[in-house]
């Protein structure tokens, strides 16, 4: 299930280094796309505004068929408290940019899989699939803007994969 969730996430970074190469973080130094996994991360009390947080929730495996398949949930958490020059008027307008650029992140909902653990990665034989996002309401904690989308990612399992 890693290489999935690998491809998934460097997929989603890619496409949005190239969609949005302005929404980008500085974590621990480096500056890097706007997006991270948060089991990859160090622990944080509370989460960065204006990037995409992947959160991954849930894992079932179908072994009923001839490869056995992975079907597992990842929250896309985000947050805009909007900018300071409008003193934070526009976080409805920042909140609804992040909505749109999460839609094109995902679309196409699928890529090759690979295994990202080589130098260079190297191509497996599947596919990585995924629905499209289901956004929950907007929620306000203090000056910010939060949304939650959940996506469900799709893959078989190939032969010596854990």
């Not at 190469?21 to 796309?33: D, F, N």
């Not at 597992?72 to 300071?84: D, L, N, R, S």
């Not at 650029?101 to 699928?110: K, R, V, Y």
């Not at 899989?113 to 929950?136: D, E, I, R, S």
Request: a negative charge.
């Amino acid at each position: 299930m890693q290489n999935a969730k690998d491809t998934f996430y460097i997929t989603l970074r890619n496409r949005l280094a190239t969609l949005n190469p302005e929404r980008v973080m500085t974590l621990r130094g480096l500056s890097r796309p706007g997006i991270l996994v948060e089991e990859a991360e160090q622990p944080m009390p509370q989460l960065l505004t204006d990037v995409f947080v992947l959160r991954w929730t849930s894992l079932s495996v179908d072994n009923q068929l001839p490869a056995p398949l992975a079907t597992m949930q990842c929250e896309i958490h985000y947050a805009t408290a909007g900018t300071q020059g409008n003193n934070g008027l526009d976080r409805g307008r920042d909140l609804e940019e992040m909505d749109y650029e999460l839609t094109q992140l995902l679309a196409p909902p699928g890529t090759q899989k690979m295994n990202y653990a080589t130098t260079p990665a190297t191509t497996l034989n599947t596919q990585v699939f995924w629905t499209p996002a289901a956004f929950a309401p907007a929620s306000t904690v203090r000056e910010r803007l939060n949304r939650i989308a959940t996506v469900t990612v799709f893959a078989f399992q190939e032969q010596g994969e854990q």
